[in-house]
C-alpha cells in the first residue's frame, strides 16, 4: 500500500470573499464566473474597493484536498506560500483537516507575499476570482519529493499551475517519479481562459502523460475547440483512460473503458459556486482510491459539489461520509 | 451637527472561527461562553490544535461600530493593529463598511502582532473565545485625537479594554474631550469576568462618567454583586440615566427616566452567537443617535442581534434597514 492515495499540487492561495453585484464586476473589468491573474498592485487597488471581506483558505487543488482529508484518506499537498500571516493560516488549515503539508515556506527576505484570491460574489451565487498568485507562482522543481511521488497512487495536477515560470519542469519531475512507481496521474484543466493561454502544452500532457481528466463544459469545449460537449468529451476519451466532465446544474458525464455514465446533480440553493468542481474532483478521486465503480464516485462528486456550493468558501462544511451514506453511495 | 453620531474604543482584533465541541473545550481549559485572555505561546499552541478556520474581522467595538457604519450612521473607530497583514484585513473591513479608521498603525519593529481571538463555535451555537490581544492592548493616551472625540454625540467604550496598561489614561482622555463639548459617554462591561478583574475601576466610571450602560445578565449580576437581574438593573438605573440589560433569548431591557421597557427576543436559528450584544449595542446607539424612541432603539437591538447570530461571524450579512422596515420600528 503507498503512503498516500491522493496528492495534489497547486497554487497556494487564501481567498478573500465579499460579496457584490454585476455593476461592480462590470466597473472594474472583472469578466464574471472565470479567473483573472492579477498582480499586486491591482490586488491592492481592488482590494480597497470591495466591501468587507472574509478570508478562508483556498486554492483549486487545496480545496480538493482538504476534501479528501476530510473524508479520511491519505493525502498531501504541495505548494508555495511564504512565511507571513496568510501562509500561516493556509498551512493550518490543511494540517488541521488532515494533509500533509510540508512544502518549505518561501523566505522573508523577498518581498513577495503568499498569494490570494479575489473572489466576488454576485447574488446569483456565481463567483468571480481575480487572483496575485504571490509566492505561489514559483513552485519549481526542487519543491517536488521525488519520494513522497512514489508513494504516491493518485498525484492531482491543478491546471492553473500552467501559469508559473517552472511549472512544467515542477510537473515533468512529479509525473516521472509518481508514473515511474506505478502511480497514476490526474488534471484538472481548471478554467476555459487557462486552456487558451496553454491549450498546446496541456494538450501534450493529456496524450502522453494524464490517465484521468476532470474538466467542466467550457474547459473541455476550449480545450478541443469545439461547441459540441459530447463530440470534446469523445474526443478526450480517444486519449485519456478516464474523462470526467462536469456540467454545472446538469450533473457530471463519466466516460472510461468504452462506457458512458451521466449522474445528475444534487439541487441545491447556491450561495457560494467557489469550490464546486475542487470538491467534486476530491469525493470522485477519493472514491476512486478506495475502490468504488466510476458511477459511484461520480454520484460522490456531485454530492460535494453541491455541499460546497450550499454556503460560503470553498472547504467541505457538512460530514460528507454521513451525506454519502444519506444518498446510499457508500 | 457633530461629524460623528458615534465613536467607539475597543480592542482591534481579527476572529480566528472554528467549529468544536464541548470535549475540547474541556480538554483544553478553554470556559464555555466567555472570553479568556491568552498570551501568544498559547495562542499558537491552541491554533494548532484547533479544526480547519475562517478569519474575519471582530472586536467587540469595532462589531458595533460596523453595524452603526452597516445601517449608514455617521461613525469611527480607534484601536490599535500593527502594519501586518491581519492588521490590513481589520482596517479595510472598517473602512469598507463605511466607518472612520484611523488610528495609527504600530510599526514593524516590534515583534507583537494584530491581535486575534480565537473563536471555537459549539453545536449550540454558544462561542468562546480566547484573546491574544497583541497591539490591541497597547492602545493609549498618544492614540487618541481630542478634536475627533469633542465632535462626537456618543462615545462608546469596550469594558474589554480595561485590561490594557494605558487603557484608563486613554478612556479618560477621550472621556473629558467628548462630555466637554457636550458629548455622551457609553459603555459595556463585555464580560462578566471581565467585570470581576475590574469591578472598582468600572463602578467609579459609572457612577462618574456614563450616560448609557450596556450589560448582560451576566454582567450586570457580577457587578452589582447579586443574583437578582432585576434589582441589578434597578441599582444601574439609580447611577447612570441610560440602562441596558440584555438576556439573550428572552430580549432586553431598557431602563431611563423612571421607566422600564421590556422587549422580546427575535426567535432564530442560532448558528454562531459571536456579535449578539455587539450588534446590539449598534443598532441601539444608531436609533438613539438618529432620534428614536428608547423602546424602538431596543426593537433595532434585537432585531439586528438576531440577525448576527443566523451565521458565522460577528458582523452584519443581511441588510439591517429593510429588516427594520420588514418588522415595522423604521
Known sequence: MKKFQVVGIGNALVDVLAHTDEAFLEENGIGK????????????????RI?????????????????IAHLGGRTAYVGK?????????????????????????????????????????????????????????FLGPEDIDEAMMRDTEWLYLEGYRFDGPDSHAAFAKAIRACR???????????????VERHRDAFRRMIVEDIDLLFANRAEILSMYQTDDFDAALK??????????????????????????????????????????????????????????????????????????ISHIGARTEADLRALFAQHGVI
Open 33 to 48: 464566473g472565470i479567473m483573472q491573474l492579477i498582480d499586486m498592485p491591482r490586488a491592492v487597488d481592488l482590494y480597497g
Open 235 to 308: 474526443a478526450a476519451a480517444g486519449e485519456v483512460a478516464f474523462v470526467v466532465g462536469t456540467d454545472s446544474g446538469h450533473g457530471a458525464h463519466i466516460l472510461t473503458g468504452g462506457q458512458h455514465w451521466h449522474v445528475p446533480a444534487i439541487p441545491t440553493q447556491i450561495v457560494d459556486a467557489t469550490g464546486a468542481g475542487d470538491l467534486f474532483a476530491g469525493a470522485f478521486l477519493w472514491g476512486l482510491a478506495e475502490g468504488h465503480a466510476p458511477e459511484m464516485c461520480g454520484r460522490m462528486g456531485c454530492i460535494a459539489a453541491s455541499e460546497v
Open 51 to 67: 466591501g468587507p471581506a472574509r478570508e478562508i483558505s483556498g486554492g483549486s487543488a487545496a480545496n480538493t484536498i482538504a476534501g
Open 180 to 194: 515511474g512507481a506505478g502511480g497514476r496521474v490526474a488534471i484538472t484543466l481548471s478554467d476555459p481562459f487557462c
Open 81 to 137: 506560500v511564504r512565511d507571513d500571516q496568510l501562509g500561516a493560516i493556509f498551512a493550518h488549515d490543511l494540517r488541521a483537516q488532515g494533509a500533509v503539508y510540508e512544502t518549505p515556506f518561501a523566505p522573508k527576505a523577498d518581498d513577495k507575499e503568499t498569494g490570494r484570491c479575489i473572489v466576488l460574489v454576485t447574488p446569483d451565487g456565481e463567483r468571480s476570482m481575480s487572483t496575485c498568485l504571490g509566492w505561489s507562482e
